[in-house]
C-alpha cells in the first residue's frame, strides 16, 4: 500500500483550466465513458471513504473507462492533499486544486474541462449523495437520454432526517425557481439537486455563466438536454465535517435565477423579434 508520507502532494496535481467556462469535445482516441466530478471545501474527513466506495460501483457499468476528478478550493483541512494522495494510488483519480477561484458551481464545470468523458456526472463529497445510486444514474443514461438526475422527490427518494425549517426553506428556493423560469425548472422535480449526469455533446461548446451554488438550475436553462430522467434516492445526512449552506448561498441562488431569466427573454425576443 502506498504510504501518505511518500507522496509528494503537488507532483500528483493536475493543471487547472482556466479561461471561459466552455467544456470543449473530446478526441475519440482520448474519450473515456464517464467522468465524475467532485467538488470539495474541508471535507478531508470524507474523501477517501467516498473514492473507495464510488470505484466499484461505477466500474460495475462502465470498467475502467471512467475517471473521478476532485475539485478542491485550496481547503484549509488538507482535502487537496488527500486528493493528490488518492490520485497517486488509483489511476482513475485526477486531483485539482484551485488557488485562484471559487464556488462550487464553476468548480464543476473547471472539473469537466480538464474531463475526457462522454457522460459528466457530479455529486457531494460528504457522502450525502449513496456511492451506489451514481451506478444507477449511468444505467438510466441508456437510450439517448441526455440528463439523469437523482432526486430526493421522485419515486423512492426522501431527505432522511431533515428539520422542517430546512424542508420549508428547500421547499420555498424551488417554487421561486418555478415562478422566476416557468417550464424551465419544471422539467424535473428537484432542480437544486448537486447530483446528476449530464452527455457531454448537451453541454459541449456552450458557453455557462453560473453564480454561486446550483449547477443544475444553469443546465437546465442553457443546455441541449431534451430528454430527461429521474433516479430517486435517500440524501442522508452528514456524518462528518461542515456544512457550507449559507445566506450567499442562498443570494447567489436568487441572482442566478435573476441572471437566467434575463437570458431567456433575450433569447426569446431574438427568436420573434415582433
Ligand atoms: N470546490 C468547492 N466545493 C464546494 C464549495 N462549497 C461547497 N463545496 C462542496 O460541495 C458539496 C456540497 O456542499 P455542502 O456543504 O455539503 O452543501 P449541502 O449538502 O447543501 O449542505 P449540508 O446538507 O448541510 O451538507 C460538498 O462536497 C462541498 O465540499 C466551494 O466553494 N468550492
Ligand atoms: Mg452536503
Redesign the pocket.
Known amino acids: 500500500m502506498l504510504s501518505r508520507s511518500v507522496v509528494n502532494p503537488s507532483e500528483c496535481l493536475s493543471q487547472v483550466p482556466s479561461g471561459e467556462l466552455i467544456i470543449a469535445e473530446v478526441s475519440s482516441r482520448d474519450r473515456l465513458a464517464f467522468s465524475l466530478v467532485?467538488?470539495?471545501?474541508?471535507?478531508s474527513q470524507?474523501l477517501a471513504e467516498l473514492v473507495e466506495l464510488l470505484m466499484p460501483a461505477i466500474s460495475s457499468q462502465v470498467g475502467e473507462s471512467y475517471e473521478i476528478i476532485i475539485?478542491?478550493?485550496d481547503s484549509p483541512d488538507g482535502?487537496w492533499q488527500v486528493a493528490a494522495w488518492l490520485a497517486a494510488r488509483y489511476p482513475q483519480v485526477v486531483a485539482l486544486r484551485?488557488v485562484n477561484e471559487?464556488?462550487?458551481a464553476t468548480?464543476v464545470i473547471r472539473g469537466w474541462q480538464a474531463s475526457r468523458g462522454e457522460m459528466l456526472g457530479v455529486?457531494?463529497?460528504?457522502l450525502?449523495h449513496p456511492p451506489e445510486v451514481v451506478a444507477r444514474l449511468i444505467v438510466a443514461m441508456r437510450d439517448g437520454v441526455d440528463l439523469a438526475v437523482a432526486s430526493r422527490d421522485a419515486d423512492g427518494g426522501g431527505t432522511s432526517d431533515w428539520s422542517y425549517l430546512r424542508l420549508l426553506i428547500s421547499r420555498t428556493l424551488r417554487l421561486l425557481g418555478r415562478v422566476l423560469l416557468p417550464g424551465r425548472l419544471g422539467a424535473v422535480s428537484d432542480p437544486m439537486t448537486?447530483f446528476f449526469v449530464i452527455r457531454r455533446s448537451a453541454v459541449q461548446d456552450l458557453w455557462l455563466a453560473p453564480c454561486g451554488?446550483k449547477i443544475l438550475v444553469e443546465l437546465l436553462v442553457r443546455s441541449r438536454a431534451q430528454k430527461i430522467v429521474e433516479v430517486g434516492y435517500l440524501?442522508r445526512?452528514?456524518q462528518r465535517?461542515?456544512?457550507?449552506?449559507s445566506l450567499k448561498?442562498f443570494m447567489d441562488y436568487m441572482r442566478h435565477l435573476f441572471r437566467l431569466r434575463a437570458a431567456v427573454r433575450e433569447l426569446r425576443a431574438e427568436e420573434s423579434p415582433f
Open positions: 467532485v467538488p470539495t471545501l474541508n471535507e470524507n475539485v478542491d478550493d482535502t484551485r471559487r464556488g462550487l468548480a455529486m457531494d463529497a460528504d450525502q448537486g451554488y440524501f445526512s452528514r465535517g461542515e456544512s457550507k449552506a448561498v
